[in-house]
C-alpha cells in the first residue's frame, strides 16, 4: 500500500483566499484523523471521522475550517477564508481502529500551508 | 479531556549511550500509548506502542514500559546511533481521541 496520501504537499496562499488540502487514507482504513502542528501548539488533533461520518469536531479552532469525507477514500480540510495564523503543517491520519481495537494511526507526509 | 506531558524537550547523548523520554498522562481511560519518530519535513512514524494490558514491550533496540497506577510511560532506546537523531513524540489515546506529548529533540553525537 501506498501509504497515507496528502496533497500538495505545499501551498502558499494570500490572506482571504480559499484553501482545500486532499487526503486519502490508506485502504481498509475506517478512521480518518486531521492534524495541525505548529511550533507554538504542538500536534493538535482538529477533526476525525468513522467511516466517513464526523465524529468529534471540537479541535475545529474556528467557523472558517470545515472538514468534509464523501467516501471511504477521500476527504478534505478546507479554511475559508485564510488567514496568516492558519500558517502550520497539515497531517491527515488513518486506523483501523474498528477492527484492531486499538488507535494505531498512520500519518501521511503533511501539507504545509503559508498564508501571507 | 486527555492531557499528555513529555519530558526532556531536548535530549543529546553520544552515540552508543542510552537515551529515556518519559511521559505522563491525565485520563485513566486511556488503553493506548503509541511513540512516533518525525524526521524534518516528514510525517510522523509510528515506531512502537504498548497496550494497557502490556506493561512493557520490545523492539530490537527500543523499548517502552507502562505504570498504569502512576500514569506515565517511557520510551528506551540503546545503542543509540546518528540516525536516531528526530523528534519523538509520545501519545495517549481513548479510542478515536489521541493527544501528544509536546515532543523530544533527540540529537545523537558520533
Known amino acids: 500500500d501506498a501509504g497515507v496520501i496528502q496533497s500538495p504537499r505545499h501551498e502558499v496562499t494570500e490572506m482571504g483566499q480559499e484553501v482545500t488540502l486532499r487526503c486519502k487514507p490508506i485502504?481498509?482504513?475506517?478512521?480518518l484523523f486531521w492534524y495541525r502542528q505548529t511550533m507554538m501548539r504542538g500536534l493538535e488533533l482538529l477533526i476525525y471521522f468513522n467511516n466517513n461520518v464526523p465524529i468529534d469536531d471540537s479541535g475545529m479552532p474556528e467557523d472558517r475550517f470545515s472538514a468534509k469525507m464523501p467516501n471511504a477514500s477521500f476527504s478534505t480540510l478546507k479554511i475559508q477564508p485564510s488567514e496568516p495564523r492558519d500558517s502550520a503543517v497539515y497531517f491527515c491520519?488513518?486506523?483501523?481502529?474498528?477492527?484492531?481495537?486499538?488507535?494505531?494511526?498512520?500519518f501521511g507526509p503533511g501539507t504545509r500551508l503559508t498564508v501571507l | 479531556g486527555e492531557n499528555v506531558e513529555q519530558h526532556p524537550s531536548t535530549l543529546s547523548v553520544q552515540e552508543g549511550d542510552s537515551a529515556v523520554i518519559k511521559c505522563t498522562y491525565s485520563d485513566s481511560a486511556s488503553n493506548y500509548f503509541p511513540w512516533y519518530k518525525q524526521e524534518l519535513g516528514k510525517g510522523p512514524q509510528l515506531i512502537i506502542d504498548?497496550?494497557?494490558?502490556?506493561g512493557e514491550k520490545k523492539d530490537q533496540r527500543i523499548a517502552v514500559t507502562l505504570n498504569k497506577t502512576a500514569k506515565h510511560f517511557s520510551l528506551h532506546i540503546t545503542e543509540t546511533q546518528p540516525e536516531d537523531s528526530a523528534v519523538y513524540f509520545c501519545a495517549a489515546s481513548m479510542f478515536g481521541d489521541m493527544r501528544f506529548g509536546a515532543g523530544t529533540r533527540l540529537t545523537v553525537k558520533p
Open positions: 491520519a488513518s486506523s483501523s481502529l474498528s477492527t484492531s481495537g486499538y488507535n494505531e494511526q498512520f
Open positions: 485502504s481498509g482504513h475506517d478512521y
Open positions: 504498548i497496550r494497557s494490558n502490556v
